[in-house]
């Protein structure tokens, strides 16, 4: 009895009760609800490395234990240590960012991917230009920078020199392109000069806080530039739809902390105000919408679809460059999948280029080397035949 009164002895049966009541509960739990006893599944399967990596990591995520308390490390860590996991970077003044985005900017990415893939664009932006020329329709491309680019300085107190950055890949790749005659709206040195001009104890933001997309600043400025050039190049002329400017304040929760799934983080941060500006017509006053039979065609991926097809709806990128050329757009948005999948989507719909005589094809900068499927080759839908008069 004095050997068990000793307290080495209470810490040994606490450790024994930790490790051998939580697979009892586990296994109390799975009989309970009828459910296999998925600690004998690794008797069930041929031993190998994939098979028995998959059995540790069905056991971490059905154990009742790690379920219950994953969220509060995750939230501790996050709170504490200011550590965003695998897919978030907890920047300056409540600013965040996506962990791809600056690791495009600090690596270069391999040369090839999966078969018939490569991460070099060259190739399948010429391939898809010369595909539109030979129907008559122009392209131009406007790649979106990546947060991370134009808000270097948010990042950590050792960058706050830094107004923004360029990646060598980013500007390899923008000098090939202009030596090719690709024609690109150049967001890079707008946004740049846009902030280098700002006030900067005022300072208008272009991007979001807690997100990856740009602000409705940015999207406005980058809606005006767009335009500019199209104009400047004789591409379109302004037409004679007349559209107003709405404002249509959210709150919106940021998708860099949405993407880490964790409710007791999302639960603690206010979303983040955001005024957009919704685009209604002048005439009826009713929102934006797409016409099919529009002669200027918008492909492109989240960047596209923020405050358009979200939130407020009718206040995104292209409800804005359709306020600017005073016509209605038709846009065709992959979220995540402006490198490839975007036009993947497009040869699937063939009607989204009739009447078409411009492309414009945004992709986000990260893609130049780290796009969903790479960058493969992609042949046009069929031609429709003219619609019958």
Same mark, same amino acid.
């Given at each position: 009895?004095?050997? &068990?009164?000793?307290?080495?002895?209470? @810490?040994?049966?606490?450790?024994?009760?930790?490790?051998?009541?939580?697979?009892?509960?586990?296994?109390? +739990?799975?009989?309970?609800?009828?459910?296999?006893? !998925?600690?004998?599944?690794?008797?069930?399967?041929?031993?190998?490395?994939? /098979?028995?990596?998959?059995?540790?990591?069905?056991l971490?995520?059905?154990?009742?234990?790690?379920?219950?308390?994953?969220?509060?490390?995750?939230?501790?860590?996050?709170?504490?240590l200011?550590?965003?996991?695998?897919?978030? +970077?907890?920047?300056?003044? *409540?600013?965040?960012?996506?962990?791809? *985005?600056?690791?495009?900017?600090?690596?270069?990415?391999?040369?090839t991917?999966r078969?018939?893939?490569?991460?070099?664009? @060259?190739?399948?932006?010429? =391939?898809?230009?010369d595909?539109?020329?030979?129907?008559?329709?122009? @392209?131009?491309?406007?790649?979106?920078?990546?947060?991370?680019?134009?808000?270097?300085?948010?990042?950590?107190?050792?960058?706050?020199?830094? !107004?923004?950055?360029?990646?060598?890949?980013?500007?390899?790749?923008?000098?090939?392109?202009r030596a090719?005659?690709?024609?690109v +709206?150049?967001?890079?040195? &707008?946004?740049?000069?846009?902030?280098?001009?700002?006030?900067?104890?005022?300072?208008?933001?272009?991007?979001?806080?807690?997100? #990856?997309?740009?602000?409705?600043?940015?999207?406005? &400025?980058a809606?005006?530039?767009?335009?500019?050039?199209? @104009?400047?190049? *004789?591409?379109?002329?302004?037409?004679?739809? !007349?559209?107003?400017?709405?404002?249509a304040?959210?709150?919106?929760?940021? =998708?860099? &902390?949405?993407? $880490?799934?964790?409710?007791?983080?999302?639960?603690h941060?206010?979303?983040?105000?955001?005024? #957009? $500006?919704?685009?209604? !017509?002048?005439?009826?006053?009713?929102?934006?919408?797409?016409?099919?039979e529009?002669?200027?065609?918008?492909?492109g991926?989240?960047?596209?679809?923020?405050?358009?097809?979200?939130?407020?709806?009718?206040?995104?990128?292209v409800?804005?460059?359709?306020?600017?050329?005073?016509?209605?757009?038709?846009?065709l948005? /992959?979220?995540?999948? *402006?490198?490839?999948?975007?036009?993947?989507?497009?040869?699937?719909?063939?009607?989204?280029?009739? /009447?078409?005589?411009?492309?414009?094809?945004?992709?986000?900068?990260? =893609?130049?080397?780290?796009?969903?499927?790479?960058?493969?080759?992609?042949?046009?839908?069929?031609?429709?035949?003219?619609?019958?008069?």
């Amino acid at each position: 009895m004095n050997r &068990l009164r000793d307290p080495r002895w209470s @810490l040994i049966l606490a450790f024994l009760a930790v490790i051998g009541g939580v697979p009892a509960v586990q296994l109390a +739990i799975e009989a309970v609800r009828d459910d296999r006893f !998925r600690v004998f599944d690794i008797v069930s399967q041929v031993p190998s490395a994939p /098979n028995l990596r998959a059995y540790e990591h069905g056991l971490e995520e059905a154990n009742w234990a790690a379920r219950a308390s994953r969220p509060w490390m995750q939230f501790a860590q996050f709170e504490w240590l200011r550590d965003g996991g695998s897919k978030a +970077i907890i920047g300056q003044d *409540g600013w965040y960012f996506y962990t791809p *985005g600056l690791n495009y900017l600090l690596t270069r990415p391999s040369p090839t991917l999966r078969s018939g893939t490569t991460n070099d664009p @060259l190739p399948a932006i010429l =391939d898809f230009r010369d595909q539109l020329a030979q129907r008559g329709i122009r @392209l131009i491309l406007m790649p979106a920078p990546n947060k991370e680019s134009v808000y270097p300085d948010r990042l950590t107190p050792r960058s706050a020199s830094l !107004r923004a950055v360029m990646a060598p890949r980013t500007r390899e790749v923008l000098d090939r392109l202009r030596a090719a005659g690709v024609e690109v +709206i150049d967001l890079f040195e &707008l946004f740049a000069r846009a902030r280098a001009e700002d006030n900067p104890e005022a300072e208008t933001p272009l991007y979001l806080a807690q997100d #990856t997309h740009w602000s409705p600043a940015g999207v406005t &400025l980058a809606a005006r530039e767009a335009a500019r050039r199209l @104009l400047e190049l *004789g591409w379109v002329r302004q037409g004679q739809v !007349r559209y107003d400017e709405r404002p249509a304040p959210i709150q919106r929760l940021g =998708d860099v &902390l949405r993407m $880490l799934q964790v409710p007791t983080i999302s639960q603690h941060i206010a979303p983040e105000a955001v005024p #957009t $500006l919704q685009i209604i !017509r002048s005439d009826s006053g009713e929102p934006y919408t797409d016409a099919a039979e529009a002669e200027i065609l918008v492909l492109g991926d989240s960047f596209m679809r923020i405050y358009q097809q979200d939130e407020p709806g009718s206040a995104g990128f292209v409800a804005h460059l359709a306020r600017e050329l005073r016509q209605p757009l038709m846009a065709l948005v /992959n979220d995540g999948g *402006g490198s490839t999948l975007v036009r993947r989507e497009l040869r699937a719909r063939p009607a989204f280029l009739r /009447n078409k005589s411009v492309v414009l094809w945004e992709f986000v900068e990260r =893609d130049i080397g780290l796009g969903v499927q790479g960058w493969s080759l992609e042949p046009l839908p069929p031609e429709l035949p003219a619609p019958a008069p």
